[in-house]
T-cell receptor, first 115, second 113 residues
Framework: NAGVTQTPKFQVLKTGQSMTLQCAQD?????MYWYRQDPGMGLRLIYY???????DKGEVPNGYNVSRLNKREFSLRLESAAPSQTSVYFC??????????????FGPGTRLTVT | GESVGLHLPTLSVQEGDNSIINCAYS??????FIWYKQESGKGPQFIID?????DKRQGQRVTVLLNKTVKHLSLQIAATQPGDSAVYFC????????????FGTGTLLAVQP
């Protein structure tokens, strides 16, 4: 099992450009999440998807959109990148809350720089 | 708003000693807590979790203690090794059925040989 995979690993964008970060999991998890991590800070939730076909905002959703393409894949889109979106982005997945264990598993991250 | 915070941003220990990393949480309704380890350049890695109906849970070389009275969580690492050097995050589940987490800012554990 690869677990949670993310592409790309690194990306540099110019202000105003758009891009999509891809995430996939092979653990048959219902729930998926997108976080950002800024230097010296913990992870902050951008969007999450409790199950296929549903998405909801987290703490810091402004400037982002998401798509839960199917049970495996959850993408994050930046429509018009801004320097404030320079960060490391992590995707995570978990079983549903009703499961006996529902810890979140994280991908390796995408390091995004917006100039 | 609700928050999870850590008392010590950096902890330096000698190899072989025990380490204790502390965390305070503010949401008394949170019922699930997790500790993650993050090595440089990698994603967070699950270490151990505990539910609010428990006071203590043990894993391999790690123990998590939960004190609901004072809203305090701690991670104890026995016989700390150089490979334990990383940033450790506590997180609380505040999202009820949706399993959303609030993360603390992290504690850097530096193990001296």
């Amino acid at each position: 099992n690869a677990g949670v995979t993310q592409t790309p690993k690194f990306q540099v964008l110019k202000t105003g450009q758009s891009m999509t970060l891809q995430c996939a999991q092979d653990m048959n998890h219902n729930s998926m999440y997108w976080y950002r991590q800024d230097p010296g800070m913990g992870l902050r939730l951008i969007y999450y998807s409790a199950s296929e076909g549903t998405t909801d905002k987290g703490e810091v959703p402004n400037g982002y959109n998401v798509s839960r393409l199917n049970k495996r894949e959850f993408s994050l889109r930046l429509e018009s990148a801004a320097p404030s979106q320079t960060s490391v982005y992590f995707c995570a997945s978990s079983k549903a809350r009703q499961a006996s264990s529902y810890e979140q598993y994280f991908g390796p991250g995408t390091r995004l720089t917006v100039t | 708003g609700e928050s999870v915070g850590l008392h010590l941003p950096t902890l330096s220990v000698q190899e072989g000693d025990n380490s204790i990393i502390n965390c305070a949480y503010s949401n008394s309704a949170s019922d699930y807590f997790i500790w993650y380890k993050q090595e440089s350049g990698k994603g967070p890695q699950f270490i151990i979790d505990i539910r609010s109906n428990m006071d203590k849970r043990q894993g391999q070389r790690v123990t998590v203690l939960l004190n609901k009275t004072v809203k305090h969580l701690s991670l104890q690492i026995a016989a700390t090794q150089p490979g334990d050097s990383a940033v450790y995050f506590c997180a609380e589940n505040y999202g009820g059925a949706t399993n959303k987490l609030i993360f603390g800012t992290g504690t850097l554990l530096a193990v001296q040989p």
